[in-house]
């Protein structure tokens, strides 16, 4: 199985950045996907339901929501099983439990991590 850990939320005023990280560990069989696997970000408001944030194929092609368009940055680094968020000019609504996710069989999701914007 595949460890999905997510690390880097935080309180941040509006206007203000965050970079996410989400740590990528398991079986050697099955963390050996991880460098051919797409992997993305969700979120979740509270009260509100889970939705697409960003995208990273294998070969490094990116794919975003219209909302973090030109605002948000999403990288990997297969050598560290690690997928990043860089989240700029931060908004309120930007508020939500970040997860992490896995295309890859049946897919594998992290905890999730707090990002709190202030107003």
């Known amino acids: 199985q595949v460890q999905l850990v997510e690390s880097g939320g935080g309180l941040v005023q509006a206007g203000g950045s965050l970079r996410l990280s989400c740590a990528a560990s398991?079986?050697?069989?099955?963390?050996?996907?991880?460098?051919?696997?797409?992997m993305g970000w969700y979120r979740q408001a509270p009260g509100k339901q889970r939705e697409f944030v960003a995208t990273?194929?294998?070969?490094?092609?990116?794919n975003y929501a219209d909302s973090v368009k030109g605002r948000f940055t999403i990288s990997r680094d297969n050598a560290q099983k690690t997928v990043f968020l860089l989240m700029n000019s931060l908004k309120a609504e930007d508020s939500a439990v970040y997860y992490c996710?896995?295309?890859?069989?049946?897919?594998?999701w992290g905890r999730g991590t707090q990002v709190t914007v202030s107003s």
């Open positions: 996710h896995m295309n890859r069989g049946s897919g594998y």
């Open positions: 398991g079986s050697i069989f099955y963390i050996s996907a991880f460098s051919i696997s797409t």
């Open positions: 990273v194929t294998s070969s490094g092609s990116t």
